[in-house]
Structures are given as structure tokens and as C-alpha cells.
């Protein structure tokens, strides 16, 4: 059974409750209304749009287009002696000196197609850019395919000497 409340009991508990909600004004955030609230505070400016890239430069596609052509004349040049090594190796044992010199070629000659792949890669960049920035290029276009049919020409030129040494 609880015992009564008395009244003195009753206003020392009151008492205790309003004395912890009194602390000094500096302890608890003011509850009056902030600038930014209000309206009153300067709005940011927004941040200036990105520019779009200017289109291609013509110095950049002259040494993307030179840099495929170096790499297209050191495929050449090393393409007449990979068709000689595959030739000889055509028909001979995989453990054969004929076979490892024809793989060594081609390994080259894959390496020399790789550097004008680079150059593509670097033109397709471009053209990417470039549809992004809804901004075609056709100089770019046709650097670009120039450098394509150059490469699909040295994969046939690979795969012609791989079907000759009967890989």
C-alpha cells in the first residue's frame, strides 16, 4: 500500500523538478530564429558552368596520326621477316627452333600492332569527348578511321601469318 503524499513532500519534488530545468542562459542554443532562416542571408552564387572542350586541335590529331604511322612502318618492316619464320615453321613440331623464332615474330609484330592500337585507343578518347560535348569532329572522324583500317589491315596480316605456320 503506498502511503500518502503530503503536501511539503509533494512541493520538494516540484521544487527539485523546476531547480534542474534552471541553468544560466549560456549553457543551451538560443531558440531565436537564425539568418539564414529568415531570408535574410546572402544566397550563394551558383557555381559557373563547365565549360565545353573546344573541338580536336589539329597538332594532336597530325602526332596521333604520325604515331600510327611510325608503328604501322615498324610492323612492316618486321612483318616480311615474321612471314619468312612462319613459312619455315609451317609443318614443324611445336619443340622445334623454327617454331620458337616464328613465335618470337609474330609476339613482335603483335607488340609493333599494339603501339597503333594505342593511337586509336587515344582517338577513340577524342571522339568520345567530343560526342560528349556534342561537338563532332569530322577530322577527327576520319583520322580516326584511317588509323582503324590501318589496324584491321595488321590483324589480317597476323592472322594470315598464323595460318601459315598452321597454329
Known amino acids: 500500500m503506498r502511503a500518502p503524499l503530503t503536501k511539503s513532500v509533494l512541493i520538494a519534488s516540484l521544487a527539485a523538478g523546476l531547480a534542474a530545468c534552471a541553468a544560466t542562459p549560456g549553457d543551451y542554443p538560443s531558440l531565436a530564429m ?3 532562416e529568415t531570408g ?6 551558383a557555381p559557373a558552368p563547365t565549360p565545353i572542350r573546344p573541338a580536336t586541335s589539329a597538332a594532336r590529331l597530325a602526332e596521333l596520326r604520325a604515331a600510327a604511322a611510325s608503328a604501322d612502318s615498324a610492323f612492316a618492316a618486321r612483318a616480311g621477316e615474321a612471314d619468312q619464320l612462319a ?7 611445336a619443340e622445334s627452333n623454327a617454331r620458337a623464332a616464328a613465335l618470337i ?35 577527327l572522324t576520319a583520322v580516326q578511321t584511317e588509323v582503324a583500317a590501318t ?11 598464323w595460318g601459315v605456320m598452321g597454329s
Open 105 to 139: 615474330a609474330l609476339a613482335d609484330l603483335d607488340a609493333q600492332r599494339g603501339r597503333t592500337a594505342l593511337a586509336l585507343a587515344a582517338l577513340d578518347t577524342l571522339a568520345a569527348e567530343a560526342a560528349g560535348a556534342l561537338s563532332p569532329d569530322p577530322a
Open 40 to 45: 535574410a542571408a546572402p544566397v550563394a552564387p
Open 151 to 161: 589496324l584491321a589491315r595488321e590483324d589480317e596480316i597476323i592472322a594470315r601469318l
Open 87 to 93: 613459312r619455315a615453321a609451317a609443318g614443324q613440331s
Open 34 to 36: 537564425r539568418p539564414f
